[in-house]
């Protein structure tokens, strides 16, 4: 699975911010539900469009930008 094929970047949609399926649910939503705790079991049961696919297409996100963002910081370090 890779992450680009799920989440996508609009402009004009949520301020440009990374977005699941060309949904207005972000990355950064999805994120922050896991952080407060819920569970993927929950996530899913209060968002139903969204799948467990989904879910990982987002953390895998989230580790791909924090991979490249050492690597830049560490670059000019």
């Known amino acids: 699975m890779s992450y680009r094929n799920i ?5 004009g949609k949520r301020g440009g911010k990374p ?3 060309r949904m207005r649910i972000t990355v950064y939503d ?3 539900w896991l952080a407060a705790g819920m ?8 968002f139903p469009e969204l799948t ?3 879910i990982r ?15 830049v ?3 000019y370090a």
Not at 7 to 11: G, L, S, Y
Not at 39 to 46: C, G, K, V
Not at 60 to 69: C, I, L, V
Request: glycine residues 4%; charged residues 35%; contains cysteine.
């Open 7 to 11: 989440i996508t970047i609009e402009p």
């Open 19 to 21: 977005c699941i399926r």
């Open 30 to 32: 999805v994120l922050g």
């Open 39 to 46: 569970s993927h079991a929950e996530i899913l049961d209060d």
């Open 52 to 54: 467990e696919e989904d």
């Open 57 to 71: 297409a987002c953390l895998e996100f989230a580790a791909d930008r924090e991979r490249y963002t050492i690597a």
């Open 73 to 75: 910081v560490g670059k």
